[in-house]
């Protein structure tokens, strides 16, 4: 999937994920796709919740390695 733009992540645990992503989202078009590759397993389950809670599209989840990658489309 392309996204336009994709943050790192890594090594980061439960907020930080969801935060770096909120804050990378606040600066994309509308239809934009950010793409997240975490660590956290439990990202698998806040991203789904933050999808939610904020109506940004939550497009794919996919894993492989112990890493986790997110595909959001702003709304």
């Known amino acids: 999937m392309d996204a336009q733009k994709e943050i790192d992540t890594r ?7 969801i935060l770096k992503a909120k804050k990378a989202l606040a600066d994309m078009k509308s239809g934009d796709v950010l793409k997240v590759v975490a ?12 999808a939610r ?12 390695n112990d890493e986790f990658v997110h595909y959001l489309r702003r709304r």
Do not use: H, I, K, Y
């Open 11 to 17: 090594g980061l645990n439960c907020p930080l994920p």
């Open 53 to 64: 809670q904020t109506g940004n599209e939550l497009v794919e989840q996919s894993s492989a």
């Open 39 to 50: 660590t956290d397993p439990g990202s698998v389950r806040d991203f789904q919740a933050f």
